[in-house]
């Protein structure tokens, strides 16, 4: 459970539904609304144990997906050549970074 918080949250946004409704919601409650093992233990009426484990895996298989799919890399790929052309004078260069979007999608 050593993820990134920010990496993790955006996997869920991505991915989330692929994961079973208790480890979306566990998943989400550890790592968007920042609630403890204990809390989420009680909030979901599931042992800590339980609650490790479901993050374990929900993690995991965001991971898996990623690893898969790449779709956060992409997004972040993307959204750093849109910030190139919004910072270009060129239009020749942005016409380029734009072929380089479209290709990404």
Same mark, same amino acid.
């Given at each position: 459970?050593?993820?990134?918080?920010?990496?993790?949250? *955006?996997?869920?946004?991505?991915?989330?539904?692929?994961?079973?409704?208790?480890?979306? @919601?566990?998943? @989400?409650?550890?790592?968007?609304?920042?609630?403890?093992?204990?809390?989420?233990?009680?909030?979901?009426?599931?042992?800590?144990?339980?609650?490790?484990?479901?993050? *374990?895996?929900?993690?995991?298989?965001?991971?898996?997906?990623?690893?898969?799919?790449?779709?956060?890399?992409?997004?972040?790929?993307?959204?750093?050549?849109?910030?190139?052309?919004?910072?270009?004078?060129?239009?020749?260069?942005?016409?380029?970074?734009? @072929?380089?979007?479209?290709?990404?999608?």
């Amino acid at each position: 459970m050593n993820e990134d918080r920010a990496y993790i949250s *955006r996997l869920v946004d991505i991915y989330g539904k692929a994961l079973s409704e208790r480890q979306r @919601d566990v998943v @989400d409650l550890y790592y968007n609304e920042d609630l403890s093992l204990a809390e989420i233990s009680e909030h979901c009426g599931i042992t800590r144990q339980g609650v490790r484990d479901a993050i *374990r895996h929900g993690v995991e298989t965001l991971n898996s997906l990623e690893s898969a799919l790449g779709f956060y890399k992409k997004s972040e790929k993307i959204a750093l050549l849109v910030s190139d052309i919004q910072n270009c004078d060129d239009i020749e260069r942005a016409k380029s970074i734009a @072929d380089s979007i479209i290709g990404e999608l």
